[in-house]
Nanobody
Framework: EVQLVESGGGLVQPGGSLELSCAASGFTFSIYGMSWVRQAPGKGLESVSGVNGGNGRATYADSVKGRFTIYRDNTKSTLYLHMNHLEPEGAGVYYC??????????????RGQGTQVTVSS
């Protein structure tokens, strides 16, 4: 059974940093693309960042480029998202997804339960 368990969310002040983790199990983590999506209050899902399986190529939404870093530890089957200079617009529930292919932007197969990020002073 595929499982994705996010952690690391919380309350952070504007300009602060936070690192999210996603522990994966039930599939061969290293060969599949992985991504983070978020859902702000009252809005739909938005792709934040993805990383391919195999070549490890990362992609970022324009709104987070230069501030967020996605990386994966294939030895631990864990995906990370390090977020710097968080803005109030970055608040929401962050979900980890696993792609059905090596490319992270293929239709995702599974999504975790999410972790809440609140950006407020």
């Amino acid at each position: 059974e595929v499982q994705l368990v996010e952690s690391g969310g919380g309350l952070v002040q504007p300009g602060g940093s936070l690192e999210l983790s996603c522990a994966a199990s039930g599939f061969t983590f290293s060969i599949y693309g992985m991504s983070w999506v978020r859902q702000a209050p009252g809005k739909g899902l938005e792709s934040v960042s993805g990383v391919n399986g195999g070549n490890g190529r990362a992609t970022y939404a324009d709104s987070v480029k230069g501030r967020f870093t996605i990386y994966r530890d294939n030895t631990k089957s864990t995906l990370y998202l390090h977020m710097n200079h968080l803005e109030p617009e970055g608040a929401g529930v962050y979900y980890c997804t696993n792609s059905s292919k090596a490319n992270w932007d293929a239709p995702y197969a599974c999504r975790g339960q999410g972790t809440q990020v609140t950006v407020s002073s």
